[in-house]
């Protein structure tokens, strides 16, 4: 029970460290990408050292549109759900993506076969809603791995 408060205990202060981005006119629908500029990463090992179910990690990352101009952030929680022999591990991803000053609401289950936040070859992420001009919104974001990872997004908002 004490994994699980301190999980959500911190998830809920991940959420507050969303960096302000300035406020355009509106957030982009449709399809677009973005680029991963700088970012952050919090590694919590719960249980016992190394991985294991419930470590999770915290990381905020810099978005930046194809002229290298911050645009917005993502900031989110992956969980570890089950660890197995191949390091193919089963992994939870929640983020919150900030855009123009609206937020998208995201989350994947993946397996990660590796220890760095990359992805082999790309993540399909559900676009699951959001605020402002993503209230109602759905659909798909892929991350592409790399040192400057492009997020590939194809949004419906709600007209």
Known sequence: ??????????????????????????????????????KTVDIVDLGTPGTSIGDFRIAERVLEDSDGKRVGSLIGETVILRVSDDKKHAVM??????????????????????????????????????TGTYRGAYGTLEIASGERPAYHFDITCRE
């Open 93 to 130: 991803g929640d983020w919150r993506i900030r855009i123009n000053g609206s937020t998208l609401v995201t989350g994947a289950l993946y397996a990660r076969d590796n220890e760095t936040s990359q992805f082999t070859p790309a993540l399909d992420v559900a676009i699951l809603g959001g």
């Open 1 to 38: 029970m004490q994994r699980i408060v301190t999980a959500l205990g911190m998830a809920g202060v991940s959420m507050l460290l969303v960096a302000p981005v300035a406020k355009a006119a509106d957030a982009p629908c449709g399809q677009f990408t973005l680029t991963g500029g700088y």
